[in-house]
């Protein structure tokens, strides 16, 4: 079973950096199927980050530059780095591996 626990959220000010982990257990055969999503306030989940068959990832345009996902080898972890952070990146941040989701996290710029 497998099961995904986010953490790393809180309050920040705009321009700031928090780095989200999701932490990762069960049968997974790799990490790098783990995805980011996010669900802003009064809007639908959206992605947000995930590795591709290239050794790269892919970003929704939103945070294309200001974004990272990354992995570390040695442990079931994924992380999402977000540097330059803006009030619209306000939302519940989620990871999720094959049609299952972690609790999320809240993630909130504000000055």
């Known amino acids: 079973q497998v099961q995904l626990v986010e953490s790393g959220g809180g309050l920040v000010q705009p321009g700031e950096s928090l780095t989200l982990s999701c932490d990762a257990s069960?049968?997974?055969?790799?990490?790098?199927?783990i995805r980011w999503y996010r669900q802003p306030p009064g809007e639908q989940r959206q992605f947000i980050a995930a590795?591709?068959?290239?050794?790269?990832?892919n970003y929704a345009d939103s945070v294309k530059g200001r974004f990272s996902i990354l992995r570390d080898p040695d442990k079931m972890t994924v992380y999402l780095r977000m540097s330059n952070l803006r009030p619209e990146d306000t939302a519940v941040y989620y990871c999720?591996?094959?049609?299952?989701w972690g609790q999320g996290i809240q993630v909130t710029v504000s000055s």
């Open positions: 999720y591996f094959r049609a299952v």
């Open positions: 069960g049968n997974i055969p790799s990490t790098s199927e």
């Open positions: 590795f591709n068959r290239i050794g790269g990832a």
